[in-house]
């Protein structure tokens, strides 16, 4: 056989292999009153058999009687692209139409597709609302192009008054439910031979016209094939990008992350996390300084302290120590510390002392007292006001001398000072008293040791030691002498 023909019988049975199947054949099924026994189990609606579309025929799936629920569902085993539901309904084979009690069993059903067993959670395929006895087909073709795994037939009687026609109980006597659509998703068209726009979520789309089911995240429109528009991301481009971007409301389109990172004080991939306490600035990677007045609180933005700063710091984040100041904020000037060092930032103390002419904890007291110099341990010279102060650092006297005195002191007298006389006078004649009162007091004592003497034994010994007190012996040695030699004879 020719090569081409091959080729083209191939794709002929590529074609017709991808058309529309009953993907509900033999899956697994389930009803929420099945009859009280087994012939009628859920699974005879999906067994592919429907000849005999009576009880005693055992191909229909029936439920109990005189329920006001009925619901039935077969589990496809995954997600399909589905194109139609077929539903035969069960008649006893007898005529369908208004004299038949079946048709009135079947009005207002529902038909939903989901991707779970809660029905509820997916799509509402099909409800009867216009049906009566006489018009309702059977089988009756529902088209329903929707992505799903599970489909479930429902029924009710919850809430009378029904229309005419209706049953009073609801039913689910199904003789078969064919499900069909392509097996092999992310195709459409009547051959199944169409790729479904690549932006298709899950490549999922309607397999007919190729709309998208739904769109990847960062695309809209029919067949996912607009982006986000700029300030917007995410599954249908329904999400905002932040204000807290760094340039604002501009991010991903599909994850949102802001571009430029996060404005400061927030953080996060969306920016929408403002910095925890204790943290601020880019990213929130910045710590609030613990010399805050409250360690570690500071706004997320600046870090600014909320309270200002503990004692001894500065700055807008409090991270500066003090320098030449003390005190709360560094509001406080040092004093004169020794060698201009800086003072203790909290308390203002000079730790090495005070400078020249200086004194004081804090070294703020010029020296006083007529004193100057290092540690006001210098006393000022003859200033010519004797109550003025001199220099408190250099000791000079701020209005000259008193007359007779000289230097940058008023330490020297001059010569030819006419204050210089009466001052040696003075001096001499002090001198001269004090002198006097030695003499007068050594005296004193050689008389009270004479006495001593006099009242002592007959006998004469070559030496004598009187006492003349606890604290002084009277040591004077007598030499043996007439007793008619006179006391001050002994003196001399």
């Known amino acids: 056989m020719d090569t081409g023909w091959q080729l083209f019988i191939l794709f002929g049975l590529i074609r017709i292999s991808r058309s529309y199947e009953n993907l509900a054949l033999h899956k697994k099924a389930w009803q929420r009153y099945p009859f009280h026994t087994t012939p009628w189990a859920a699974d005879l609606a999906v067994d592919g058999r429907y000849t005999n579309l009576s009880a005693s025929g055992e191909q229909c799936a029936i ?19 589905i194109q139609s539901v077929k539903i035969r309904h069960r008649t006893e084979n007898l005529p369908w139409d208004g004299a038949s009690q079946y048709p009135s069993r079947f009005l207002g059903f529902s038909v939903y597709i989901s991707n779970t067993t809660n029905k509820d959670d997916g799509t509402l395929c099909f409800k009867d609302t216009k049906f009566t006895v006489n018009t309702i087909p059977n089988p009756v073709n529902i ?3 929707i992505d799903g795994r599970y489909v479930t037939f429902y029924n009710e009687r919850f809430h009378p008054p029904y229309p005419i026609g209706y049953s009073t109980h609801a039913f689910a006597d199904l003789c078969e439910v064919e499900v069909y659509g392509f097996r092999i998703p992310g195709f459409y068209g009547k051959s199944c031979s169409i790729p479904c726009p690549k932006n298709c979520h899950e490549r999922y789309c309607d397999i007919v016209s190729g709309a998208c089911r739904g769109c ?28 807290n971007c760094g340039v604002p409301y501009r991010c991903n389109r599909v994850t949102g992350q802001c571009e430029g990172g996060c404005q400061l004080g927030w953080k996060g991939t969306t920016c929408d996390t403002a910095c925890s306490t204790g943290y601020y600035g880019y990213n929130c990677q910045e710590k609030c ?39 709360d904020n560094c ?30 904890q804090q070294c703020t007291q010029m020296c006083n007292n007529n004193t100057y110099g290092a540690n006001c341990s210098l006393t000022c010279g003859n200033c010519r006001n004797l109550d003025e102060q001199c220099h408190h650092v250099t000791g000079e006297c701020p209005r000259g001398c008193i007359p007779g005195f000289t230097g940058e002191l008023c330490s020297v007298l001059k010569e030819g ?10 001096s001499s004649a002090v001198l001269g008293v004090i002198f006097l009162l030695v003499i007068i007091i050594v005296v004193k004592r050689k008389l009270s040791c004479v006495r001593r003497h006099d009242q002592a034994p007959a006998y004469k010994p070559d030496k004598v030691y009187y006492n003349v007190g606890e604290d002084q012996a009277c040591t004077y040695e007598l030499e043996a002498a007439p007793e008619s030699a006179h006391i001050y004879d002994l003196m001399n």
């Open 417 to 426: 000072n006419p204050y210089l006389f009466p001052v040696i006078y003075a």
């Open 289 to 327: 300084s613990i010399n805050c007045d409250v360690p570690g609180r500071c706004n997320r933005v600046t870090g600014r302290c909320d309270d200002g700063c503990q004692m001894g710091w500065k700055g807008t984040t409090c991270d500066a120590e003090c320098e030449g100041t003390f005190g």
């Open 63 to 81: 439920s109990e009687a005189e329920r006001f629920i009925a619901e039935w569902r077969v589990d496809l085993g995954k997600v399909f692209s």
């Open 216 to 243: 990847d995240v960062g695309y809209v429109g029919p067949k996912c094939d607009e982006p986000c528009s700029t300030g917007y991301y995410g599954y249908n481009c329904l999400d905002t990008c932040s204000i």
């Open 331 to 360: 509001s406080n000037p040092c004093g004169f510390c020794f060698g201009k060092e800086h003072c203790h930032p909290l308390n203002g103390t000079c730790m090495n002392g005070c400078d020249i002419g200086y004194k004081g």
């Open 143 to 145: 088209p329903c192009r």
